[in-house]
């Protein structure tokens, strides 16, 4: 195919797709077309390529079988998300192209579930969440690929979003199943699920939380209280199946908090107990709440229980004195607590917006359809039709009103596939609407202008329909409410949240009501607490995730006797707590494996880093206590967890050290500890030690300048030792050399360490470790230029005469001085690893390790200057970057300027990788080296390097002037550029 046609097809970048199509079986001919008809066919492109990496005969079975190419590019090209679980395990691919069959019936094999004697379904022993959630997804992808290879997306929308409502209740009867297994495998308890709001509408999005509220009845005893105690304890794991902790991610937030008092109230009653609640104390909203429920899991005859006693209160609600203003008041009070920054592109609360269309049509329902009970149904689109039919609205009023919902809920369901992310934005960059309006027909909305366009009028359409039907004055006549009852407190919570930065604010309700409910001291506390904690965490990038976070951590030692009181009286400790958590997705995993770390949070000695003699002295007698190897390398690797935990929370509240020398001083004594391990083992093996090892640092962890994710790079030298032949101490040094790799990257709770020698001499293919003599006769008669280079960031980990013979043979290679030959070849691998290395897709000015002015260009500078002069000048020779810099300042072998520029340069790359690494909790992986793109992203990096909330431009600005700053100065320094 040519460019023209590949650019024609959609590609973006018609040169890169026709060079990726060379890696595909059956090339252009076979996949463009397909491709090129997805919502972003550069992102489908680049997706198949790893998923043909990833299992090449899955994608060599597709070049003949159209109709699965074609629902699997779709999926690929309309999700970014689902297409990286897909490459995640390729076998899933399959789920986009077979039918997987009713969902009621996947998602009960999935669990083994079978029916006991009343009825109800219990699951296998051997059933875990984790399968529960997995055939979830395959369905889902089903779906996927039908909604997004459908002609007709809005016509096609009311099915999705029954379908995934269907889904919804067949995961929920599935996570029942699991919950009655371990609590009630007899099914003796009479107990339902019923869904409110989207779910129980049966109009769920693709991401959305599922509202629910619980029923049970006493079982065959007539035991009400231990019915209710059974059923509180099956609600709460069938909403864990769903939402807690397991390999498979979390589906959806399960959110009971339209049940009456909301958190503060039962989760569990009986259908009695809620008629006495709608009887005495119901809110006016509630009643509109009910207007969804719907049961859709458990005992059939308690869920139709709940919904017959339901409907009387529901139609009416209307009666109450005030009704039709408060309605009204809410859908302005709705309005006004939008940010104004995203008012504009706010498609479910803003002016114009589904919210516009449901509040309409919600308030005629509930107005009418207290005598008329065509009108009582619970599907937007059905209350719509219903309406029209029933002469309530215009026929032309109606069918705008539901064309538009129609189109705005597919516009919804598509800007949430790409990221399988609960959002309600129109994205705002050129692209991504670019992608989504692909997605609703890409003849039809070909560019980001036509899909903004065609949004625009579709919410001025709505508005002016909403202003007209909701402010007319015959609802207010026709309606009788009591004003005393027109609180709408729950919805109220949920746009407080929205305001104040709560992507997910039903969801945070739901966590606070998880760490409020009953009335224990503990949830006695956690009342006091969180209204200032939750204001606290919205400072943060992701306050739904702080939130979340400090659910899990509260959950685990909430009952400690030290935790809530800490967090109540110290003056410092629930404020950096709550500074931590909604930025870092590391340290939240790291406080889940040790909660004890948060009571560091009240002493800043607790903060400071261990001293290397401190840490080495602690290691020593871990080593004495624990005679068994294993056991004693696990202590070894906690203590350097511990201190990576501790220097993680001195990042996040101080700002990224980039200077600090904490995380290679933990790295040293974890290996020094793995070593005399090893060293204990052989001399126990042979009677007496044989050999004598020290490792060498390398790399940036030889200049004491390695983050959360490096790896320990060494070179390993050994001497004989007690009589042993240079034979005898060879072995028992490769010995110990594999030993401690394999102490100290053992799979445990603890962090490991990947100890890597491959740049040792002549690579995996040499020796393990060589002696001194070895090692110089080879750099005298072998070594590359690169290898001398190396030698610079060298440095012995340990004292003693070894670890000086090291030090002395290192200087010797690095500094013997260099010829102009040498200069060209540092040179011509510097070009060739700027041309090479680059990841593909990663803008290389964002690229802040091989980039322009990254760590690479600095580093490479100055290591330059110090194998020039370093032979007449021994305080150039150091291993640290920045140190190096700073002696050659002083020297005059750079100039002020460029040196604090080359430092700015550094400093900020290396804090950003790091942040990188505390945001995402990733230990590796290409984007930890690159500066974000995605908001998200770059608001925590934004947040942890000490920007603020609205500081996302302020850090892209830095960085890309202290690079570009740096790599002028490196072409001058380096390639002597003028």
């Not at 209350?383 to 516009?411: K, M, N, P, T």
């Not at 015959?474 to 709560?502: F, P, Q």
């Not at 020297?891 to 990788?913: F, N, V």
């Not at 992986?925 to 431009?953: F, H, M, Q, T, W």
């Amino acid at each position: 195919m040519t460019l023209d046609e590949l650019r024609f097809a959609g590609f973006l970048d018609p040169r890169r797709a026709l060079d990726f199509f060379e890696e595909l079986p059956g090339g252009a001919e076979v996949w463009a077309a397909d491709l090129g008809a997805s919502a972003d066919p550069d992102q489908a492109l680049l997706a198949a390529i790893r998923l043909h990496e990833a299992d090449p005969g899955l994608v060599r079975g597709l070049i003949d079988d159209s109709r699965a190419r074609a629902r699997l590019c779709a999926v690929l090209g309309g999700s970014q998300w689902l297409g990286d679980y897909i490459i995640a395990d390729p076998s899933r691919a399959r789920a986009t192209w077979e039918d997987p069959g009713e969902a009621a019936q996947v998602l009960l094999e999935s669990v083994g579930a079978t029916r006991v004697d009343n009825g109800v379904y219990v699951a296998s022993e051997h059933a875990h969440v984790d399968d529960l959630r997995a055939g979830y997804r395959r369905v889902l992808l089903s779906l996927a690929a039908d909604d997004l290879t459908s002609d007709d997306p809005e016509g096609f929308m009311p099915e999705v979003g029954r379908r995934i409502a269907d889904l919804v209740d067949a995961t929920l009867e599935a996570g029942l199943a699991l919950a009655r297994r371990d609590i009630d495998p007899r099914g003796r308890i009479p107990f339902a699920i019923i869904a409110m709001g989207k779910t129980g509408a049966r109009e769920l999005n693709y991401i959305s939380d599922v509202d629910v509220v619980y029923v049970a009845e006493a079982g065959a005893d007539g035991d009400e209280r231990e019915a209710l105690e059974v059923a509180t304890r099956l609600a709460a794991a069938t909403a864990s199946a769903c939402s807690g902790p397991g390999t498979e991610a979390p589906l959806w937030t399960v959110d009971a908090n339209l049940r009456p008092e909301g958190r503060n109230g039962a989760l569990v009653r009986t259908v009695e107990s809620y008629r006495q609640y709608w009887d005495k104390w119901a809110q006016t909203w509630e009643f509109q709440a009910l207007l969804k429920a719907r049961a859709c899991a458990g005992d059939e005859a308690v869920g139709r229980a709940f919904e017959e006693a339901a409907q009387p209160y529901v139609w009416s609600a209307a009666t109450r004195e005030g009704f039709v203003e408060a309605a009204r008041a809410m859908r302005r009070r709705v309005e006004d607590n939008i940010s104004r920054s995203h008012a504009s592109r706010e498609l479910k609360l803003g002016r114009g917006g589904l919210r516009d269309v449901e509040f309409t049509v919600q308030l005629l329902q509930l107005v009418h359809g207290r005598t008329d009970a065509f009108l009582r149904v619970r599907s937007t689109l059905e209350a719509i039709e219903a309406l029209r039919e029933g002469g309530y609205i215009a026929r032309s009023d109606a069918h705008q009103l539901a064309s538009c919902y129609r189109f705005l809920r597919a516009v919804e369901h598509r800007t949430q596939l790409p990221r399988m992310r609960r959002t309600h934005l129109i994205p705002d960059k050129e692209r991504e609407l670019r992608v989504l309006g692909r997605s609703m027909g890409a003849t039809r909305f070909a560019d980001a202008e036509s899909i903004s366009s065609a949004i625009d009028e579709v919410r001025t359409r709505v508005r002016a329909l909403h202003e007209d039907v909701f402010y007319r004055p015959i609802i207010a006549a026709t309606a009788s409410l009591s004003e005393d009852e027109v609180s709408l407190h729950a919805d109220g919570a949920r746009d407080r949240l929205a305001a104040i930065g709560y992507r997910d604010p039903a969801g945070a309700l739901t966590h606070i009501g998880a760490l409020t409910q009953g009335t224990s001291r503990r949830a006695a506390i956690q009342r006091h607490l969180l209204p200032v904690f939750i204001s606290w965490l919205a400072r943060g990038a992701d306050p739904d995730m702080g939130l979340l976070n400090f659910r899990i951590l509260s959950e685990d030692i909430g009952d400690s006797h030290w935790y809530l009181a800490l967090l109540r009286d110290s003056g410092v400790a629930a404020h950096r707590l709550t500074t931590m958590l909604p930025n870092s997705r590391w340290i939240a995993e790291a406080l889940a494996k040790r909660p004890e770390a948060v009571a560091w949070l009240d002493d800043d000695a607790e903060l400071a880093p261990r001293e290397p003699h401190r840490l080495a002295r602690e290691v020593a007698a871990l080593i004495d206590r624990h005679e068994d190897a294993t056991e004693a390398a696990a202590r070894v690797r906690a203590v350097r967890t511990r201190e990576l935990t501790r220097c993680a929370m001195s990042d996040l509240l101080g700002g990224v050290d980039p200077r600090g020398n904490a995380i290679a001083d933990a790295t040293d004594a974890a290996i020094l500890g793995a070593l005399a391990i090893a060293q204990r083992e052989e001399a126990e093996r042979w009677g007496q030690q044989r050999a004598a090892v020290v490792f060498v640092a390398m790399g940036r962890y030889g200049g004491r300048e390695c983050s959360y994710a490096s790896d320990a790079d060494v070179i390993a030298l050994h001497e004989a030792v007690g009589g042993a032949t240079e034979a005898e101490a060879a072995a028992s040094a490769t010995a110990i050399v594999n030993r401690v790799k394999n102490l100290l990257g053992s799979a445990t709770n603890q962090l490991g360490i990947v100890v890597d020698l491959d740049l040792r001499p002549e690579g995996k293919n040499g020796p393990m470790s060589r002696t001194i003599e070895s090692h110089r006769e080879y750099t005298q008669r072998w070594a590359s230029t690169w290898e001398r280079q190396a030698a610079v960031r060298a440095r012995p980990i340990g004292e003693g005469s070894l670890a000086d013979s090291a030090r002395a043979l290192f200087d010797e290679l690095a500094y013997g001085g260099v010829s102009e030959s040498d200069v060209r070849d540092i040179r011509l691998l510097k070009a060739r690893m700027e041309n090479e290395r680059l990841p593909r897709g990663i803008e290389p000015a964002r690229h802040v390790k091989l980039g322009p002015g990254g760590l690479t260009d600095v580093e490479w500078t100055i290591q330059l200057i110090q194998m020039r002069a370093g032979m007449n000048n021994p305080a150039l020779r150091t291993p640290s970057t920045t140190q190096a810099i700073l002696s050659a300042q002083e020297r005059e072998l750079i100039g002020a300027q460029d040196a604090q520029t080359l430092l700015d340069a550094w400093d900020m790359a290396t804090r950003i990788r790091a942040a990188n690494t505390l945001a995402s909790g990733r230990m590796s992986g290409v984007k930890l080296d690159v500066l974000p793109r995605d908001s998200a992203e770059l608001r925590a990096l934004a947040a942890i390097l000490g920007y603020g909330s609205g500081g996302l431009n302020a850090l892209e600005d830095d960085w890309l002037r202290a690079g570009r700053k740096a790599r002028a100065v490196m072409e001058r320094l380096f390639w002597e550029q003028q």
